[in-house]
């Protein structure tokens, strides 16, 4: 049976665990949720979660440009592509900064930069290392809201196993994405039986994802 996060760092660290002065290097690194989302990976992945994976977990959510440069893929024709520091010029570095220090971020741009690709790996981010957490993706055209969101499960698919949260459903839904960590991706658009002053009216969301043409 696979120890738990926490006893097997305990055990990996004796000598830090001993020293009063130094024992608290593991509790300042690791919150609560980072145990309770790292034993979830372990168990449902069967993958053994050893220090160096807790340290780049660390990494990536403490600057999700880190977690965007060393483990996102987008999807091109003919495969994918993995974020480099050519592709994800500074633009869209301070679209990720903006986003991150001031928790919100306002572009008018042309098509065809890249705001959705970087967008779908910011929110990935955003719902796997913050467990619980609740996003909304707002578009005025329904195939747009879930080209989004695909966007999205493209990025999580191609984590590596020890980073990937599992989904809670295992069939293709195309309006949300929910994962077993609790966090949750839900698409609003307008349609016949809906005016858009009305959608996701009465929810408490702390994230928001519009797209306005």
């Known amino acids: 049976?696979?120890?738990?996060?926490?006893?097997?760092?305990?055990?990996n660290r004796q000598q830090l665990i001993e020293e009063p002065q130094d024992s608290s290097i593991i509790n300042?690194?690791?919150?609560?949720?980072?145990?309770?989302?790292?034993?979830?990976?372990?168990?449902?992945?069967?993958?053994?979660?050893?220090e160096?994976?807790?340290?780049?977990?660390?990494?990536?959510?403490?600057?999700?440009?880190?977690?965007i440069l060393n483990y996102v893929y987008f999807q091109e024709i003919g495969g994918k592509q993995?974020?480099?520091?050519?592709?994800l010029h500074k633009k869209l570095r301070r679209v990720v900064?903006?986003?991150?220090?001031?928790?919100?971020?306002?572009?008018m741009a042309s098509r065809q930069l890249g705001k959705s690709t970087i967008s779908a790996a910011l929110l990935s981010w955003a719902s796997i290392f913050y467990p619980s957490n609740r996003i909304v993706i707002f578009n005025f055209r329904k195939d747009s809201a879930q080209e989004n969101l695909?966007?999205?499960?493209?990025?999580n698919k191609n984590l590596p196993r020890w980073m990937a949260v599992p989904n809670s459903s295992r069939s293709d839904i195309k309006t949300y994405l929910e994962l077993q960590n609790g966090s949750r991706i839900d698409t609003f658009y307008?349609?016949?039986t809906s005016s858009p002053d009305t959608l996701a009216r009465s929810l408490s969301v702390p994230i928001n994802y519009k797209v306005a043409f």
């Open 1 to 11: 049976m696979l120890d738990s996060i926490k006893d097997k760092l305990i055990k």
């Open 28 to 50: 300042n690194i690791l919150l609560k949720s980072d145990y309770q989302t790292l034993n979830l990976i372990q168990e449902k992945n069967e993958i053994d979660i050893n």
């Open 52 to 67: 160096k994976y807790v340290s780049e977990w660390v990494k990536c959510r403490q600057n999700p440009l880190y977690y």
């Open 82 to 87: 993995k974020y480099n520091k050519y592709l």
């Open 97 to 107: 900064r903006c986003a991150y220090k001031y928790h919100m971020c306002m572009l």
């Open 150 to 155: 695909k966007k999205i499960k493209f990025v």
């Open 190 to 192: 307008p349609s016949t």
